[in-house]
């Protein structure tokens, strides 16, 4: 058989067919990295399956390559993985798999080709091919993988239910799979999905996390997040995405189904960008609207405040997940809490103070918010969508305009409250916070300019009408 190996590829493949020749065990191409070679996809990992010891074969294999790291043992899976080239190659016995109803941590014991075949999770994963010392040998497709791959199917080598049960997360990789390659998941695979969602619990949030990263990093998640949505798995993770969903009425007045429109937001801007964390701020812009939900009778359904709510939610989302709490969780919260700002700016005439305030906020992630307030364009109107994008160029300019005369970005009040505190011969107290915030305020609203001089001649201004003294108002030191 053929297949189009890389140079480095080839370099493993060629090692352990040398191998097999003084030690005659069944070894096969398996898995993802066969799949990947006939949908031509690139692939850094290379599975290797041996009827018998995996690890020694990873030994024997290891002592001919010279630019390998050596061997890496996992006693607990009956696994061993080397590097070499650039490539991570992992060798596993062939291995059949019981699982009890409460874990996902199997009871292994050696098995046959078709054992181990038969316990991975598709079809299309499913697929072997032999190296002989000879080169490759056949294909063995016991279960239609080469069909599936073909016609862009996810299905389970074994019933459904029983694959899922076993190891739940496998619910998530279908849903993943079919997002990474728009492959379709088969009928009954799927209704597998939703009769075993619910075995999800006993998965790891880490776990869980990586596969829904995965998603994210495609061309469109929203295929993805509409699968985890139908087939029950959202609700057990996200459940504040999946109360978006739906569309209530009152007196003849809906609102639209936030779910599917902050899917067409996060689709919008997954087509400008790739950041990860910016992703993360569109699948979570409106998260605060079913909390914030009210019906107007003059004005109908009303969200006020939804982005304040929003933000405050975000914190409790990424810790449950397991996701960084740090800078990424900062910046998600930030995009959330200020993500109507731009927006109101682009319904009247943006006045100076408003662009500052914006600028000084959003800081260094000025452009990311502006990218993620056009994905949020999501009108049915094609007119309407133009007028609106027209205003938020108009709104760059401004930004632009502003920034450059006042260099506000990033920006901090040329007065410090240590200054503060030794003009007036105070110890930290109310006073300096009361007098550090209006200066601050003086600038942003435009009253003083931003320079050292006018803020310190408000400084002295300020701390007079609080009834305080400068020690030295002469001095500027």
């Not at 993985?81 to 650039?86: A, D, F, I, P, T």
């Not at 029983?162 to 998530?172: A, G, K, W």
């Not at 409790?316 to 109507?340: C, D, N, W, Y």
């Not at 009040?413 to 601050?440: A, C, H, Q, W």
């Amino acid at each position: 058989m053929n297949i189009d190996f890389s140079k480095e590829e080839a370099h493993i493949v060629d090692a352990v067919a040398q191998v097999i020749r003084d030690y005659p065990v069944d070894t096969y191409l398996v898995g993802g990295y066969v799949r990947d070679k006939f949908l031509g996809r690139p692939s850094k990992d290379i599975d290797i399956l041996c009827v018998g010891d995996g690890i020694e074969m990873a030994n024997r294999v290891s002592e001919l390559l010279e630019d390998s790291s050596g061997v890496t043992v996992f006693k607990r899976f009956g696994t061993a993985m080397l590097k070499s080239r650039g490539l991570e190659v992992e060798f596993v016995g062939a291995r059949k798999e019981s699982y009890s109803s409460y874990s996902r941590k199997p009871v292994v014991k050696p098995g046959e080709l078709k054992d181990d075949l038969l316990r991975r999770d598709f079809t299309i994963n499913a697929l072997a091919v032999k190296i002989e010392s000879s080169g490759l040998g056949e294909m063995i497709d016991m279960f239609g993988g080469m069909d599936d791959l073909n016609a862009g199917i996810i299905r389970t080598p074994n019933e459904p239910d029983t694959t899922f049960s076993d190891d739940p997360l496998r619910m998530l990789r279908a849903i993943r799979f079919a997002n990474q390659l728009k492959f379709v998941i088969d009928d009954e695979t799927f209704r597998g999905i939703k009769r075993q969602a619910g075995r999800l619990k006993i998965i790891s949030m880490e776990r869980i996390s990586a596969e829904v990263q995965k998603i994210m990093e495609c061309q469109r998640p929203s295929l993805g997040f509409k699968l985890l949505e139908y087939g029950g798995l959202l609700p057990l993770f996200l459940p504040e995405i999946s109360a978006m969903k739906g569309v209530e009425s009152k007196n003849g007045v809906s609102h639209k189904d936030n779910f599917y429109h902050t899917l067409e937001v996060l689709d919008r801007l997954c087509s400008k960008s790739n950041d990860l964390w910016l992703r993360w701020a569109a699948l979570l812009h409106d998260v605060g609207k079913p909390r914030t939900k009210k019906f107007d009778q003059n004005a109908g359904w009303t969200f006020h405040g939804h982005e304040t709510v929003g933000a405050k939610m975000v914190p409790g989302i990424f810790k449950r997940l397991k996701l960084p709490m740090g800078q990424q969780m900062r910046f998600v919260k930030k995009m959330v809490a200020l993500h109507l700002r731009p927006i109101a700016l682009t319904k009247e005439e943006a006045t100076d103070s408003a662009v500052r305030r914006l600028l000084f906020e959003a800081g260094n992630d000025i452009d990311s918010l502006l990218l993620l307030c056009e994905a949020d364009i999501t009108s049915k109107n094609p007119e309407k969508v133009k007028r609106y994008l027209e205003n938020y160029q108009k709104v760059r300019a401004r930004i632009s305009e502003v920034e450059e005369r006042d260099e506000i970005r990033n920006w901090q009040p040329p007065i410090s409250g240590d200054l503060i505190m030794k003009t007036f011969n105070l110890k930290p107290s109310r006073e300096v916070g009361i007098i550090k915030d209006s200066i601050r305020e003086a600038i942003l609203e435009g009253e003083i300019p931003n320079d050292f001089d006018p803020a310190f001649e408000f400084m002295i201004k300020k701390g007079r009408d609080l009834g305080l003294s400068p020690a030295k108002p002469e001095s500027k030191q």
